[in-house]
Structure formats: structure tokens, C-alpha cells
């Protein structure tokens, strides 16, 4: 197989050849066939060679976007076995085969059915094969070949990117790099110029300007300035075929803003300002705003204000707010119209971003004047001090003058001035003033030890303008006298052991004093010399604000006594002293060698025997033993006693059941209990029924005047004696209980209590008239006035 240029040479088959449309077959090259020849060289003898077949051919080409209303003719297969007796049958496979490219299976013509777009796809790959049409075997090997599309000038340059959007500084300089645009286009680069492309400007000179091969665009002017122009629209075209006529184009918009530099200097629109300001302005508010135009954005207009010179430099301050970027003026000192009328000050703005490549426009600063005016206004009082602070003595009486404050009118008019007290807290009912003096005095017995300190508020007004007010804080601090004696720091508890030794120091005590040290700073301690000499205890001042208490003699015994009692008595050093006494408890405890205390109570008897804490605990259960048998013994005993006996004598009240609905007065009559209500009808000596009696009982008799005239105590004494006296209480126990209701009325008593004692003459035979329903009432009665009559 021979390949000559891009064709390829099979040795069996005779390769096609085809003619382009249009520009004809000697552009795309022909496809050559080679035969078996002869060739008849003059001088040499007729060579016969072996037949060879092949295929010859160059690509296939293929205009893009035909529009004709027939196939498109692209090329032809032969094969040098084809005779022309249509026994050679041509095959096309692969990419478009029957669909967009169709072969004459007879004479192997290839069309194409479909417009094609190299944009889309730039090549075909096909292959074709030569087989017999009677026994359908391949006469040749398949072979592959490849079917180009042919680029035309079809697609216009676009800006993929575009619009756009770009800054450049302000005042750069002619030739500054602005941006770079790129346009593309779809068709082939590689044939012709269908792809090539060239910029140009539209709009936007003469600022601005474009490189027409790499589309940079460039500033075209020196010192383009942002306050005069700073949006700019810039249109960019970029056209195919190298610029020439009937080549394609597309444009784009580039829009150019320029940013702020600092090239203007800021300026006040005047060079003189007044102002006004009321002598009531509070240090420190805000009394006007003055202003430096920059025609500058961003932070190259940033200012500061300051105030240079000017005899206000002292009463006025300036700051600058960065939002507006206006100067605010305020007030340092308060305004005085009477001393000062008018203040005058040199206000300089100055830029804080300088940019020194325009240094030469400078200077970027800017001065003017400012006259303040102070205006006159009708002002409340003036106190001569910020504040007072005044002293006066505790228990001082009412009324004594404790200072005086003084306030006047500021203005020309000089009016009179009323003082009085803000009553805000309980602190400022203490004390008065005179509304026209201003004097204040005491209206309650002050106590430093309470309260030693007050704070109080004097207000000030115009008699002739009440609502002008100030005010003035005092403070009234409360001297200290000695009025309160000293007395001991705290409660002691002194302890001294039984093995002390005389002159050895048991407690060392100390004393306070509600008074200020400079009234009981020093104490003085001794005992009360109005008693007589302490034999067991003594003691002695240190000097130093103590006192040591101290014993006299030897060994203290608790058995003797366990407490004793020391008077001391205390003095201070004030004006007048003042003295107190206190007593303090002295406790006897046993303590052990080394000082230490075991204890403080007064010990058991046995104790002192030697017994250890174990044989006492002992004896303590044996003895708790003991007394449980007692105890059981005495309660078995008790269960095991005889009934008691009850005679019909007995005076006490039984407890009866009943089963029906009660006997009404007929239950009463089971005892006499009138006994234990009233002592007059108590007229003999009842003794216990639960045992017998041992003695015979003597019968008393009294007159009935007696009995009426008994005083109830006295009654109640004689039962108590008769009872302690009597023989057969131990080892029983009785309770008698007595109650009195008191002596009878002449209206006589509504009690039933005496109804079983005493005689009526009243006739209940009524009560059987009553019907059924009172049938067993008249039978009781009926019954008690039987046995009456018997």
C-alpha cells in the first residue's frame, strides 16, 4: 500500500475519485487510480507485472450550511474489480452513514442529505467496503475514511463577558490600563479569516481608546477630573475577517466610573460666622455647628476642627461628627453675661487623608472667624459655694444654729432671695432655715452615736420670679460630747480553777465606748470602793485600756461555793467622765494540772471516792434495774386485788349503761351527789367504801343555821384535813372531788340536782292527760309520788 500526501494506497482496490462542488476537483485533490500497465520503454522488451488493486484518496470536504434543494454531492467510491456490470455492491458505515451521508450502492456516488454546522461538529468518520452482489463476500478489506466539514464565515465575534463595570482613579495619567475586553468566535481559526478579529471604539472618545489587536482599553486625556464627569459609557465592536468588508461584528458596553482622589481642598462658604448663645447654655451641650465644604467623598473628605486662637479658646471646644463632618461647638465654662457679652474664635477645617501627588493644589485646610453673641438671660440665684459643710454639737437644744448659706440674684436686677429646705428624705425634718437669712438651726435632739451625718438640700428662689430654683448640697456633720458612759466589750465568762495560786491572772477584760475616742479613748479599771476588801479576787488596770482580774488566795473549793460575783467599775477619760459598773461572774471548775478545765459541775458523791466513769454507769443501770422490778411488782399486785366492795353509802358517782332511751330523774336517785355540789347538805362523815372501816364513825350534828353560814374555803379545808387524817388511805389512792355552786337564792334553784332530796307539793297527775306520747313520764312521776305518799 503507497500514501502519497494525506491519500493512502491500498494494493487491491483502485482507489475513487470526486469532484467538489463549486471548486472543483483539483482543490481537495483527486483520488488517483493505478492499474497493472505496460510499459514500452524505446530499446527494451514489453515487462509484464502482476495486477495489483488498491484504494487512493484524499479527505473528504463538505460545505457547512448548504441550503440547495438537492443532496449535496461529496465524493465517489470505485473499486477496480467494479467491471461496470453492477456486480460490485458499495457499503457505508459509521458516523451519518443512511442518515445525513447516502451512497449509490451501484456506482458508489456519496451525497449528503443534511445541511451541517461545523460548529457543531467538524468531522465524520465512515467506512467503506466493496462486496460481491451475488455471493455478497467482501471483495475488498473494509477501509476508513474521514469526511470534513468546510468552515464558512457563519458566526459574528461575541463578548461572553460583557457589559462591564470597571473604576480608574480620577487625575491619571493619558495611557492608564483601564480593562481588557476578549470577543470570541465559532468559527474555524484555522482556515481563512473567518475567526480573526479586530476592535475598535464606537463611543467614548476622545476619553478613552481601545488597542485594536489585544482590546485594551486606555485612558485618551490627561487629568480627567471626577468632580467635572465621573460616569463614563464606553462602546467596544470587534469584527471578524480581519476588519475587511462583509466581515461579521458584535460590540459591547463598558461602563467607566472614576473614583475620588484627594485633589480638592475643603473651603467654608464664608469667611465670617455669627453666632448666638444664651448665658443659661449647660457646660458641656452643644451650642452650634459650623461647616468646610469638600467637594471630596469617601474618606478624602474626612475633617478635623480646631479652634486656632481666639479669646473663647477657653469657653468653647470643637469636635467634629463623622457622619455629617460638621464642627460642633460646645461649651466649656458657663456663660456670664453680665462679666462677658461677646466671645470671638478662629475655626480652622483641615483635610486627615492628604494625598501628596496633589499636594500642589493645596494647602487642603481652610480658616474663618466666629463671633458669639451671649445673650442675656434672667438667671436663678447663685450660692456663694458649691457646697456647705457645717458641725454642731449632739443633745444640742432646738433650735440651735447650726451655719448659714447665702445666695444672690446674678443678674442687674439683683432681686431678693427666700432659701428653704428640700424635705426629700426623713434626714432634711431635722433642721430649719430662715427663708430670708438663710440661716439653719436645728429642729430635733441630734445623737451622733445614731446618726452622725446628714445630708440635706438648700434651695434658692427669686422673690420675684419663684420658678427660678438652684440648689446647693449641705452637710451637717454632729460633734461628738461624752454622754454615754463605758462598759465592758463583751460578756465574759471568767472561770478559775480550784488549785489556783494566789496573784495568778484569771481573765484580762476590756471595755468600749459608744462616744469618739477623743471622749472615752482611755479607761480606767478598779472595784467599787464603796464595798468592802474583796478577800477572794482583786484587780489591776494595765493602762492600756485592760484590765486583769487576779486571785487573793489559795485553792477554791465548789462544794463551798462555786460562783462568785466582782463588781468592777469603769471610767473614761472625757469631759465629764462618765463611769459604769459591771458585775462579772466568776465560776469555781476543777481543772487539771496544766490549767486546762474538766469540768465546772459539782460532782457526785461517789465521785469523790475515786470511783472511775465506768462503776458509775454501772451503778446507775443496777439502780434503774431495781426500780423496774419495783414497778412490776407493784402493778402485778395491783392486778391481782380484790374487787371492790361498794355499799350503799357510797357518796361517789357511779358510771351506769343504759340500753333504752334513760330513766330521766329516776337515774339520779342510784346516789346522793348533792353532797359534792353544795356542803350544807353534806351533814355526816362518809367514809371510803372500797375497805372497811377500822374505827366507828362518830356522827356530827350541826344546826342548819351553821350550815348555811359555812364559808366554802373553810369546807373544802376540813374535807382536805379529814381526808389526810384518814386511816385506811395508804396504800390506796382516792380523789374527792368538791364543787360549789354557791349559797341559795330566795328565788330558789331550777336545778333537778335537789329534786330526790327535797319535797314538792306540785301534782304531776296532769302529765297522763298528755296523751301516749308522755305516757312513761306520768309514770315516773306517778311513781315518785307514790313512794312520797308512803
Same mark, same amino acid.
Given at each position: 500500500?503507497?500514501?502519497?500526501?494525506?491519500?493512502?494506497?491500498?494494493?487491491?482496490?483502485?482507489?475513487?475519485c470526486?469532484v467538489?462542488?463549486?471548486?472543483?476537483? $483539483?482543490?481537495?485533490?483527486?483520488?488517483?487510480?493505478?492499474?497493472?500497465?505496460?510499459? =514500452?520503454?524505446?530499446?527494451?522488451?514489453?515487462? =509484464? !507485472?502482476?495486477?495489483?488493486?488498491?484504494?487512493?484518496?484524499?479527505?473528504?470536504?463538505?460545505?457547512?450550511? !448548504?441550503?440547495?434543494?438537492?443532496?449535496?454531492y461529496?465524493?465517489k467510491l !470505485?473499486?477496480?474489480?467494479?467491471?461496470?456490470?453492477?456486480?460490485?455492491k458499495?457499503?457505508?458505515?459509521?458516523?451519518?452513514?443512511?442518515?445525513?451521508?447516502?451512497?449509490?450502492?451501484?456506482?458508489g456516488?456519496?451525497?449528503?442529505?443534511?445541511?451541517?454546522?461545523?460548529?457543531?461538529?467538524?468531522?465524520?468518520v465512515?467506512?467503506?467496503?466493496?462486496?460481491?452482489?451475488?455471493?455478497?463476500?467482501?471483495?475488498?478489506?473494509?477501509?476508513?475514511?474521514?469526511?470534513?466539514?468546510?468552515?464558512?464565515?457563519?458566526?459574528?465575534? #461575541?463578548?461572553?463577558?460583557?457589559?462591564?463595570?470597571?473604576t480608574?482613579?480620577?487625575?491619571?495619567e493619558?495611557?492608564?490600563?483601564v480593562?481588557?475586553?476578549?470577543?470570541?468566535?465559532?468559527?474555524?481559526?484555522?482556515?481563512? *479569516?473567518?475567526?480573526?478579529?479586530?476592535?475598535?471604539?464606537l463611543?467614548?472618545?476622545?476619553?478613552?481608546?481601545?488597542?485594536p489587536?489585544?482590546?485594551?482599553?486606555?485612558?485618551?486625556?490627561?487629568?480627567?477630573? /471626577?468632580?467635572?464627569?465621573?460616569?463614563?459609557?464606553?462602546?467596544?465592536? $470587534?469584527?471578524?475577517?480581519?476588519?475587511?468588508?462583509?466581515?461579521?461584528?458584535?460590540?459591547?458596553?463598558?461602563?467607566?466610573?472614576?473614583? @475620588?482622589?484627594?485633589?480638592?481642598p475643603?473651603?467654608?462658604?464664608?469667611k =465670617?460666622?455669627?453666632l448666638?448663645?444664651?448665658?443659661? $447654655?449647660?457646660?458641656g451641650?452643644?451650642?452650634?455647628?459650623?461647616?468646610?465644604?469638600?467637594?471630596?467623598?469617601?474618606?478624602?473628605? +474626612?475633617? #478635623?476642627?480646631?479652634?486656632?486662637?481666639?479669646?473663647?479658646?477657653?469657653?468653647?471646644s470643637?469636635?467634629?461628627? #463623622?457622619?455629617?463632618?460638621?464642627?460642633?461647638?460646645?461649651?466649656?465654662?458657663?456663660?456670664?453675661?453680665?462679666?462677658?457679652?461677646?466671645?470671638?474664635?478662629?475655626?480652622?477645617?483641615?483635610?486627615?487623608?492628604? @494625598?501628596?501627588?496633589?499636594?500642589?493644589?493645596?494647602?487642603?485646610?481652610?480658616?474663618?472667624?466666629?463671633?458669639?453673641?451671649?445673650?442675656?438671660?434672667?438667671?436663678?440665684?447663685?450660692?456663694?459655694?458649691?457646697?456647705?459643710v457645717?458641725?454642731?454639737?449632739?443633745?444640742?437644744?432646738?433650735?440651735?444654729?447650726?451655719?448659714?448659706?447665702?445666695?444672690? @440674684?446674678?443678674?442687674? $436686677?439683683?432681686?431678693?432671695?427666700?432659701?428653704?429646705?428640700?424635705?426629700?428624705?426623713?434626714?432634711?425634718?431635722?433642721?430649719?432655715?430662715?427663708?430670708?437669712?438663710?440661716?439653719?438651726?436645728?429642729?430635733?435632739?441630734?445623737?451622733?452615736?445614731e446618726?452622725?451625718?446628714? *445630708?440635706?438640700?438648700?434651695?434658692?428662689?427669686?422673690?420675684d *420670679?419663684?420658678?427660678?430654683?438652684?440648689?446647693?448640697?449641705?452637710g451637717?456633720?454632729?460633734?461628738?460630747?461624752?454622754?454615754?458612759?463605758?462598759?465592758?466589750?463583751?460578756?465574759?465568762?471568767?472561770?478559775?480553777?480550784?488549785?489556783? #495560786?494566789?496573784?495568778?491572772?484569771?481573765?484580762?477584760?476590756?471595755?468600749?465606748?459608744?462616744?469618739?475616742?477623743?471622749?472615752?479613748?482611755?479607761?480606767?479599771?478598779?472595784?467599787?470602793?464603796?464595798?468592802?476588801?474583796?478577800?477572794?479576787?482583786?484587780?489591776?488596770?494595765?493602762?492600756d485600756?485592760?484590765?486583769s482580774i487576779?486571785?487573793?488566795r489559795?485553792?477554791?473549793?465548789?462544794?463551798t461555793? +462555786?460562783?462568785?460575783?466582782?463588781?468592777?467599775?469603769?471610767?473614761?477619760?472625757?469631759?465629764?467622765?462618765?463611769?459604769?459598773?459591771?458585775?462579772?461572774t466568776?465560776?469555781?471548775?476543777?481543772?487539771?494540772?496544766?490549767?486546762?478545765?474538766?469540768?465546772? !459541775?459539782?460532782?457526785?458523791?461517789?465521785?469523790?471516792?475515786?470511783?472511775?466513769?465506768?462503776?458509775?454507769i454501772?451503778?446507775?443501770?443496777?439502780?434503774?434495774i431495781?426500780?423496774?422490778?419495783?414497778?412490776?411488782?407493784?402493778t402485778?399486785?395491783?392486778?391481782?386485788?380484790?374487787?371492790?366492795?361498794?355499799?350503799?353509802?357510797?357518796?361517789?358517782?357511779?358510771?351506769?349503761t343504759?340500753?333504752?332511751?334513760?330513766?330521766?330523774?329516776? @337515774?339520779?336517785?342510784?346516789?346522793?351527789?348533792t353532797?359534792l355540789?353544795?356542803?350544807?347538805?353534806?351533814?355526816?362523815l362518809?367514809?371510803? /367504801? +372500797?375497805?372497811?372501816?377500822?374505827?366507828?364513825?362518830?356522827?356530827?350534828? =350541826?344546826?342548819?343555821?351553821?350550815?348555811?353560814?359555812?364559808?366554802?374555803?373553810?369546807?373544802?379545808?376540813? /374535807?382536805?384535813?379529814e381526808?389526810?387524817?384518814?386511816?385506811?388511805?395508804?396504800?390506796?389512792d382516792?380523789?374527792?372531788?368538791?364543787?360549789?355552786?354557791?349559797? /341559795?337564792?330566795?328565788?330558789?334553784?331550777?336545778?333537778?340536782?335537789?329534786?330526790?332530796?327535797?319535797?314538792s307539793?306540785?301534782?304531776?297527775?296532769?302529765?297522763?292527760?298528755?296523751g301516749?306520747?308522755?305516757?312513761?313520764?306520768?309514770?315516773?312521776?306517778?311513781?315518785?309520788?307514790?313512794?312520797?305518799?308512803?
Open positions: 500500500m503507497r500514501i502519497t500526501s494525506t491519500s493512502c494506497i491500498c494494493p487491491v482496490l483502485v482507489c475513487l470526486f467538489q462542488r463549486c471548486y472543483g476537483a $483539483a482543490h481537495h485533490g483527486s483520488i488517483k487510480v493505478t492499474r497493472n500497465q505496460t510499459k =514500452h520503454v524505446e530499446g527494451e522488451t514489453e515487462v =509484464h !507485472h502482476r495486477p495489483k488493486r488498491g484504494w487512493v484518496w484524499n479527505q473528504f470536504f463538505v460545505l457547512e450550511e !448548504h441550503m440547495g434543494p438537492d443532496p449535496q461529496v465524493g !470505485h473499486s477496480n474489480s467494479d467491471k461496470g456490470d453492477g456486480s460490485v458499495y457499503i457505508l458505515t459509521g458516523e451519518g452513514a443512511g442518515t445525513i451521508f447516502i451512497i449509490d450502492d451501484t456506482t456516488d456519496i451525497h449528503s442529505t443534511k445541511s451541517l454546522d461545523r460548529e457543531q461538529k467538524t468531522h465524520y465512515l467506512h467503506a467496503q466493496a462486496i460481491d452482489r451475488r455471493t455478497n463476500k467482501p471483495l475488498e478489506p473494509e477501509s476508513e475514511f474521514i469526511i470534513k466539514v468546510q468552515d464558512i464565515n457563519d458566526n459574528a465575534p #461575541k463578548f461572553t463577558d460583557g457589559p462591564y463595570i470597571v480608574v482613579p480620577e487625575m491619571s493619558m495611557g492608564t490600563s480593562l481588557q475586553v476578549t470577543a470570541t468566535d465559532a468559527d474555524d481559526p484555522t482556515y481563512g *479569516n473567518s475567526a480573526r478579529v479586530v476592535y475598535s471604539i463611543q467614548g472618545q476622545p476619553y478613552f481608546s481601545v488597542d489587536k489585544t482590546g485594551v482599553i486606555r485612558t485618551a486625556l490627561h487629568n480627567m477630573d /471626577r468632580e467635572a464627569r465621573e460616569h463614563y459609557s464606553v462602546v467596544i465592536q $470587534a469584527k471578524d475577517m480581519a476588519g475587511q468588508v462583509g466581515g461579521l461584528s458584535g460590540s459591547t458596553t463598558v461602563n467607566i466610573t472614576l473614583t @475620588d482622589v484627594n485633589d480638592n475643603p473651603r467654608f462658604p464664608q =465670617h460666622y455669627q448666638y448663645v444664651p448665658e443659661s $447654655a449647660q457646660v451641650s452643644a451650642v452650634g455647628k459650623i461647616k468646610a465644604n469638600d467637594a471630596d467623598t469617601g474618606s478624602n473628605a +474626612d475633617m #478635623k476642627y480646631t479652634i486656632i486662637n481666639g479669646d473663647g479658646s477657653g469657653v468653647f470643637i469636635s467634629t461628627d #463623622k457622619e455629617t463632618r460638621e464642627g460642633i461647638l460646645s461649651l466649656k465654662k458657663p456663660l456670664n453675661y453680665e462679666k462677658k457679652k461677646s466671645y470671638t474664635l478662629n475655626i480652622e477645617g483641615a483635610n486627615t487623608h492628604l @494625598d501628596f501627588r496633589f499636594s500642589h493644589l493645596g494647602p487642603f485646610k481652610d480658616v474663618t472667624m466666629l463671633k458669639i453673641i451671649v445673650g442675656d438671660v434672667d438667671e436663678p440665684p447663685l450660692f456663694t459655694m458649691p457646697s456647705y457645717m458641725e454642731v454639737y449632739e443633745n444640742a437644744k432646738i433650735g440651735t444654729a447650726v451655719g448659714t448659706v447665702t445666695a444672690q @440674684d446674678p443678674d442687674t $436686677a439683683n432681686s431678693l432671695v427666700r432659701y428653704f429646705i428640700v424635705h426629700n428624705t426623713e434626714e432634711d425634718r431635722y433642721f430649719t432655715i430662715d427663708p430670708s437669712t438663710g440661716t439653719i438651726k436645728t429642729a430635733k435632739i441630734l445623737d451622733r452615736e446618726t452622725p451625718w446628714y *445630708n440635706i438640700t438648700v434651695a434658692a428662689s427669686e422673690i *420670679n419663684p420658678g427660678l430654683v438652684s440648689h446647693v448640697p449641705v451637717v456633720r454632729i460633734l461628738d460630747v461624752n454622754d454615754n458612759p463605758p462598759e465592758l466589750a463583751r460578756e465574759y465568762d471568767v472561770v478559775v480553777c480550784e488549785n489556783a #495560786k494566789p496573784g495568778q491572772v484569771i481573765q484580762t477584760i476590756t471595755a468600749t465606748d459608744k462616744d469618739y475616742s477623743a471622749n472615752g479613748a482611755r479607761f480606767h479599771f478598779s472595784l467599787d470602793e464603796g464595798l468592802s476588801l474583796n478577800p477572794n479576787f482583786t484587780l489591776r488596770d494595765n493602762e485600756n485592760t484590765a487576779l486571785t487573793r489559795r485553792r477554791y473549793s465548789r462544794n461555793q +462555786d460562783i462568785y460575783y466582782l463588781p468592777v467599775l469603769i471610767s473614761d477619760g472625757g469631759v465629764p467622765p462618765l463611769s459604769s459598773s459591771s458585775t462579772l466568776i465560776r469555781v471548775c476543777a481543772c487539771e494540772r496544766d490549767g486546762r478545765v474538766r469540768t465546772c !459541775h459539782a460532782e457526785a458523791f461517789l465521785s469523790s471516792a475515786g470511783l472511775s466513769t465506768g462503776a458509775l454501772a451503778i446507775l443501770l443496777c439502780v434503774v431495781l426500780l423496774a422490778i419495783v414497778v412490776l411488782f407493784i402485778l399486785r395491783r392486778s391481782k386485788k380484790e374487787p371492790l366492795i361498794i355499799s350503799e353509802e357510797d357518796v361517789r358517782e357511779n358510771v351506769v343504759y340500753d333504752d332511751e334513760g330513766g330521766g330523774e329516776e @337515774d339520779t336517785e342510784a346516789f346522793d351527789i353532797a355540789r353544795n356542803p350544807s347538805a353534806a351533814e355526816e362518809k367514809y371510803r /367504801r +372500797d375497805v372497811r372501816p377500822e374505827v366507828k364513825p362518830v356522827p356530827r350534828h =350541826h344546826p342548819s343555821s351553821s350550815l348555811d353560814s359555812i364559808d366554802v374555803q373553810e369546807f373544802i379545808k376540813q /374535807r382536805l384535813a381526808a389526810d387524817l384518814d386511816p385506811s388511805v395508804p396504800p390506796y382516792s380523789l374527792q372531788t368538791y364543787a360549789y355552786e354557791g349559797h /341559795r337564792s330566795e328565788a330558789g334553784s331550777i336545778s333537778s340536782l335537789d329534786s330526790a332530796t327535797t319535797h307539793d306540785q301534782d304531776y297527775n296532769y302529765l297522763g292527760d298528755w301516749p306520747e308522755f305516757k312513761k313520764l306520768a309514770e315516773l312521776y306517778g311513781e315518785i309520788e307514790s313512794e312520797r305518799t308512803t
